[in-house]
């Protein structure tokens, strides 16, 4: 069994991965030490890997950890200019896209805090993408610079054109952000026919359901090619 840890900029992910798969699933708003103690006692784990966007995380335990960082091995080939810069969630869903759909050309669609969309090709060569704001952060941004709009969540109806504040906002936000989204995979679809396009990220059953375009939706996607990284550096 195998420990990923994925410390992301809003919750901390714990899962347990056996024979390939999430075996354990656990949150948790900051690091929890505790639950890692439980479940390093609870469960044979073998190996772990720490993901972290926040601070640095240090696993007390003599099982054999790696840390992500640029420097780690990756089975994938980067052309991104700057590896140091690059997220690590964002790696770690190209690098579970080469590995689940080999041979393929794939676009990985992110949506938590930001919207992150990124291409890796048939040859698991990684290219690089997109990074714009998420729903609820293009939410508290109207409310935060203006000062009559009122914060307002996510919405599972909405229409194309709103026909009072609230509705035009909601219009706004949603239906600009799915336009977006479908413009970059048709745009992709124009010169890659076969793309196949993964959604994951905490809003991906906003995407799932309204997306025209036909995607695989995989919650646990990051995880997935957080565990095949550590299986790499075996």
């Given at each position: ?23 354990i699933i656990k949150r948790s708003d900051d690091f929890d030490g505790r639950l890692v103690d439980k479940l390093l006692k609870n469960n044979d784990i073998q190996k772990i890997i720490v993901s972290s966007v926040r601070e640095k995380v240090t696993i007390n335990s003599e099982i054999h950890t790696v840390y992500l960082s640029e420097k780690t091995n ?161």
């Amino acid at each position: 069994m195998n420990l990923v840890i994925d410390i992301g900029n809003t919750l901390v992910k714990y899962a347990v991965f056996k024979n390939n798969e999430v075996f354990i699933i656990k949150r948790s708003d900051d690091f929890d030490g505790r639950l890692v103690d439980k479940l390093l006692k609870n469960n044979d784990i073998q190996k772990i890997i720490v993901s972290s966007v926040r601070e640095k995380v240090t696993i007390n335990s003599e099982i054999h950890t790696v840390y992500l960082s640029e420097k780690t091995n990756i089975p994938i080939t980067l052309k991104y200019k700057t590896p140091n810069t690059l997220g690590k969630d964002r790696l770690a869903g190209v690098v579970a896209a080469a590995v689940l759909y080999p041979n393929k050309n794939v676009l990985v669609i992110d949506a938590g805090s930001c919207i992150t969309m990124d291409y890796i090709d048939k040859n698991k060569v990684y290219f690089g993408g997109r990074i714009s704001p998420g729903i609820e952060m293009r939410y508290n941004s109207l409310k935060k610079f203006t000062k009559n709009l009122p914060k307002l969540t996510i919405n599972t109806s909405f229409n194309l054109i709103g026909n009072d504040t609230n509705s035009s906002i909601v219009s706004g936000v949603q239906s600009g952000i799915l336009a977006e989204v479908e413009t970059i995979i048709t745009d992709l679809r124009k010169e890659n026919e076969s793309l196949f396009v993964v959604v994951t990220g905490g809003d991906t059953i906003f995407f799932e359901n309204a997306l025209k375009n036909s995607i695989f939706a995989d919650p646990f996607l990051v995880l997935k090619g957080l565990n095949e990284i550590l299986k790499y550096n075996d």
